[in-house]
């Protein structure tokens, strides 16, 4: 039975629209409908219709070709890169600065390839934010629960290609913001190695330790816009024929570890297994560490990004982001050198203790589940606070060292929730962290699943 | 961490505020405090651990040079 076009995966839409069983026009008509219907999950900032449409129509005439692997894809990305046309909107209510950045080249690849831009997705103020929370455009419903938060700061990136709102998305990974919301609504998020998809045109929140990400429904997918967004040769997703040697870490990835995504790593470990993988122990250098590091380097740089415009115009932020962003103000320059110099010593420690050994690390990417937006709403209450600084734990340490992870969804809690688990390989790897994933994406395909609030 | 050692934080991050001249609120100084003096602590052993080698040049180097092709 053929899936409905917006469940479809862009190898298969693509090659609907290759044999010309289906217009650009009408794909791109079908996830407008969508998004306007669904409007409630508040993924997106604005739809772009029209835009959207003309070049679908463009597109028709002028046909499908071999080198223009997204031909007629409707996507999405996080409101965060410029365009040659419009500055990135961060998440914010008025244009706040002066400061024009150059278009993205990454979303130009994009568009290059035939993909179409459907509008600005939703996200946290200026990046700043592991919820999914937005005290301006509001938050982003979580299409297994839109009670529940989506994880963030891809909130919107998350939730729309969830809900078949768009084929994938473009968004940002400093610390937890592609891989968290990638497993809190059942998609499949990757941050690759530091600097492997361009930065320029997009705004920072801590430009060292800024990633561009992309989120697809499947890893095969995932891996297309990786590799057109990166400007590379397109390479078929690894087969299920790969052994590799994946590694356990012997410590620090239990702490608060709920019991339902305890038992999901348990039987992801299986699922590998059975699929003729090769599963040990592997001892992991210090994550809360990592995590001060990671912490010093991104308050400061965000405090330097802001520092002007938050002397000038401070009424443009929320107090949470204030908060953040006075922290790093007050962090001392010899701190901030440290933990750059540190991130070296840290990276030649992992990889000589842990990535020596495997191929692959597997952890969960979350230790809990998507939390209620009316249990998270006062971030000054201890308890959320320590919740929500939770959400980052174990997705924080490949960020500051600088190495690829992906987020693939697994399993579903008891109260239908997605539990998603995190890859992380040495620098450059991102093939096998596919080849990985397919292990685990089999298990979900299997479940035959849906977001029940994006039917 | 001794309450004086993160008083003193205070002092200095105040300091540096006034000195950015934007009206801060309370609590937004005292959260820029602990959190610099919790992370100036958590950053010593580190750079008890750092030689005149390890530089931030390092780290893109290593990347370059482990990355798997």
């Known amino acids: 039975m053929i899936a409905p076009l917006h469940r479809q995966t862009i190898y298969e839409l693509s090659a609907a629209l290759g044999r010309r069983d289906l217009s650009a026009q009408t794909v791109t008509q079908t996830l407008l409908d969508r998004a306007s219907t669904l409007r409630r999950l508040n993924a997106f900032i604005e739809l772009w219709p029209e835009r959207a449409l003309t070049r679908a129509e463009r597109l028709d005439k002028e046909g499908p070709r071999n080198d223009r692997p997204l031909w007629g894809v409707p996507l999405a990305h996080k409101d965060m890169f410029a365009r040659p046309d419009r500055q990135p909107g961060c998440g914010v209510a008025s244009e706040f600065t002066e400061a024009r950045l150059p278009p993205s080249p990454v979303l130009a690849e994009l568009d290059q390839a035939g993909a179409i831009d459907l509008g600005p997705l939703n996200l946290a103020e200026f990046a700043l934010g592991t919820t999914g929370t937005n005290a301006v455009f509001g938050n982003v419903a979580n299409p297994w629960d839109v009670a529940r938060c989506t994880g963030a700061s891809s909130s919107g990136s998350a939730a729309a290609v969830a809900a078949g709102l768009a084929f994938g998305s473009l968004g940002t990974d400093t610390g937890a913001s592609v891989r968290v919301p990638a497993s809190f609504c059942g998609v499949v998020g990757l941050m690759p190695t530091a600097g492997a998809l361009d930065a320029t045109g997009c705004f920072p929140l801590a430009w060292s330790l800024d990633a561009i990400g992309v989120l697809a429904r499947t890893v095969a997918d995932c891996a297309l816009l990786f590799d057109v967004a990166r400007g590379g040769e397109v390479i078929p997703s690894a087969t299920s024929s790969s052994r590799l040697t994946i590694g356990l870490p012997d410590r620090y990835y239990t702490d608060g570890l709920d019991a339902e995504v305890a038992s999901a790593w348990a039987d992801a470990v299986r699922a590998l297994e059975a699929r003729g993988h090769k599963v040990v122990d592997v001892p992991v250098i210090e994550r809360e560490e990592m995590r001060s590091l990671h912490r010093i380097l991104m308050r400061t740089e965000a405090a330097a990004v802001h520092h002007r415009l938050l002397r000038q115009r401070p009424g443009d932020y929320s107090l949470a982001a204030r908060k953040f962003i006075t922290g790093g103000e007050g962090i001392f320059a010899v701190d901030y050198v440290n933990a750059m110099r540190a991130r070296g010593m840290m990276l030649r420690r992992a990889l000589e203790t842990t990535y020596a050994k495997i191929d692959v690390l597997l952890t969960p990417t979350v230790a809990g589940l998507p939390a209620r937006y009316d249990e998270i709403a006062d971030p000054s209450r201890p308890d959320v606070w320590r919740s929500v600084t939770r959400l980052a734990q174990f997705t924080q340490p490949a960020s500051y060292l600088g190495l690829p992870a992906v987020s693939v969804p697994f399993s579903l809690s008891s109260g239908g929730l997605p539990i998603g688990m995190q890859f992380i390989a040495p620098p450059g790897a991102e093939r096998r962290l596919f080849s990985a994933s397919l292990g685990l994406e089999a298990h979900w395909k299997g479940l035959n699943v849906w977001p029940p609030f994006a039917a | ?69």
């Open chain 2, 1 to 69: 961490m001794p309450d004086d050692f993160e008083a003193s934080v205070r002092d200095v991050v105040a300091m540096r505020l006034a000195r950015v001249g934007r009206e801060v609120l309370p609590d937004e100084l005292d959260g820029a405090a602990a959190e610099a003096a919790l992370l100036f602590v958590q950053s010593m052993r580190f750079s008890d651990e750092l030689t005149p080698a390890d530089s931030p040049a390092e780290f893109v180097s290593i990347v370059k040079r482990a990355a798997v092709s």
